[in-house]
């Protein structure tokens, strides 16, 4: 494994954010994937080699207990979705993107009167029909590969 602080060339050269090529600084993680920081994005990343097959993915996302009975999680949730309704009213239409095996930022929402629809590519896989006045997308951007 390389040590944290060299750089390395990814097998294709370039940041998946920015395209930019280069070689990537090698950083150290939380467990044993090889991360990568990107110069002139500052996009930290992981090696696409150590991306989780979706089966993976699926099975881990199982080990969450996020639904709308777990008070922790409904506090976490609550602090996107309190400083949000001001700025939201009952003729809008959301989007919970990445909801997850439990939804429920949607179901937040919706108890203020306002409908917001879930999507996630595994647990959702709703099709989407924009336009929406909101996105939400929480604890989903660092799951993306492209």
Known sequence: MKLAGQRERLFDG???????EQEFAVIAGSDTRRYYHCDACSLIFVDPRDYLSPPEQIARYRTHQNSIHSAGYVAFLRRIVDPMLPYLDTSMRGLDFGCGPGPTLSLLV?????????????FAPNELQPPYDF????????????
């Open 14 to 20: 370039a940041c998946s954010l920015c395209r930019a």
């Open 110 to 122: 919706e108890r203020q009167g306002i409908a917001c629809a879930n999507y996630d590519p595994f």
């Open 135 to 146: 996105i939400f997308a929480t604890e989903c951007f660092e799951h993306f590969t492209d």
